[in-house]
Each structure stands twice: as structure tokens, then as C-alpha cells.
């Protein structure tokens, strides 16, 4: 997948403010990887593909793993650069309702018919 390299770059100093020791290369090729399987695989949750990622990556180690899922959150998260990697279902047109119609009363006269009261 190719990365726009000021999307990257800011989600990339925020998370490298947070967890120092993170690789800039092993990050960049990690969204990449992610990115791509976001692409070929729209049904598949995003934390399945998130961890197929980093296996794909090598990275092993739940420590090791947190800021490259800090990283992909910023990176395809609502409030990130890049597009949100699940797209939004369209809203339902529920239909109007007509007006309540009002209660009429129905009142059984003494020869059997039957009245209501408006």
C-alpha cells in the first residue's frame, strides 16, 4: 500500500512521543502490510488483520506489539489522517408516521345500535 508520508509522519511523532523504542522502519513496512490487507479483506474485522500484521512483521512480544497497534489506531482511526478502513453503513429511512387518530368512544343504545361519541 503506498503511504502519504505527512499522514504517516504525524501519526508516527505522536506515537513515538509515547513508546520511544519504536522501529521507523518496521512501522512503515507494517502499515503497509496492514494497509494491504485491509484492501483485499473489507469483511474481515480489523483486529483480525491488525494481528495477521504483525505476525507478518515478526513482532512477537505483547510489549513489543502495543505501539504498533497505537500506531495503526492513529493511522486509520477516525481522527487520523488516512481514511477509516471500515466504511459506514447507510442510515435506514424510517418512514413518517401519520398523526395519531383521535379515540372514539362507542356507546350501546338501549333498542341495540351501536353510537359513538365524537
Sequence with gaps: M???????????VEVEKMYPNISRDLAESFISKLGDAVRS???Q?????????????HIWQRTDR????VLAGKFFGRRGGHAAHKKSA?????????PAKPAVAVIERPNGQLAWKI
Design 41 to 43: 479483506n473489507q469483511g
Design 90 to 98: 447507510p442510515k435506514q429511512v424510517t418512514p413518517k408516521r401519520s
Design 2 to 12: 503506498y503511504i502519504k508520508a505527512a499522514e504517516f509522519e504525524s501519526a508516527f
Design 45 to 57: 474485522p480489523f483486529g483480525e488483520l491488525l494481528r495477521l500484521a504483525l505476525n507478518d512483521s
Design 66 to 69: 502495543e505501539p504498533y497497534k
